[in-house]
């Protein structure tokens, strides 16, 4: 694939071999897969431009262009994605955290500063521990708890609590509430599956190298949303909140669910795009 070894060249090569595959963001694919072969910051690029790659660094360079080129994610290409300014082991038994659930983590944050005590935490469906770890670098909680039903997501998220020097958090195999017991929380955020299988089957290419598991819900998408009103109760503590990411294509029928589970204060925030992505309501 590459005639000459400099980075400049290789780079505008592997740009130029990815836009013909139709990827939007040839640039900074090229770009951030040539730093982590390189372990240096993309944006130090620039400086080495003239620098000449190993024989080595350019067959591993070749291989992560040629995975991506099918559609393969960055982010499991590396092994790692950035989120909320900190580092994530991520790999293809995890959803690959993005940046509309920062807005869910920040939407937390700003009703914690308003409290004037420790709130106690829940994050149920964890994945890779993002929205949990998040939480514990930038804010200040009493404990935080994550969930997910399978152990194979725990180790990814306790390995990332670890990477990012964190051991107080508890990491839990549960079926959504099914090991809790009768704790109370203050907060219960999640990121739940609430993608439908109609949905699904027009998602984009890069969305299918991620867990189906991670993505799908049953009940038209509906499923986690209506088990988390009808049984999110009995753990919350009074006045205790609900923080979700929503499928903007069903916020009537969510507001619906929890409107008929007695839920108050219900609100309904956009993300970047202005499309509804995070639901907030309080008990």
Known sequence: ?????????????????????????????????????????????????????????????????????????????????????FEFRVNKNVLIPRPETELLVETVLDLATTKQKSLEILDLCTGSGCIAISLAKMGTFKSIIATDISKYVLEIAKENAKINGLENIVFIESDIFTNLKQRKFDI???????????????????????????????????????????????????????FLELNPNKVNQIKKIFIDNNFKGIEILKDYSQLSRIFKARF
Not at 26 to 55: A, G, T, W
Not at 195 to 222: Q, R, S
Not at 226 to 239: D, G, P, Q, T, V
């Open 1 to 85: 694939m590459f005639q000459k070894k400099d980075i400049f060249s290789v780079l505008q090569t592997a740009k130029k071999f990815l836009n013909l595959k139709g990827l939007s963001e040839y640039k900074s694919d090229s770009e951030v897969l040539l730093s982590f072969i390189l372990q240096i910051k993309r944006s130090k690029l620039p400086f080495v431009y003239n620098q000449i790659l190993s024989s080595d660094q350019l067959c591993q360079f070749e291989k992560y262009i040629l995975r991506r080129s099918k559609r393969e994610p960055v982010a499991y290409i590396t092994g790692y994605v950035g989120f909320m300014g």
């Open 188 to 242: 219960i955020v999640s990121n739940p599956p609430y993608v439908t299988e109609e949905e699904y089957m027009f998602l984009e290419e890069d969305l299918m190298y991620e867990p189906k598991l991670a993505l799908t819900a049953k009940d038209e998408g509906l499923f986690f949303y209506s088990e988390i009103a009808k049984n999110a109760k009995k753990f919350l503590n009074n006045s205790g909140h609900i």
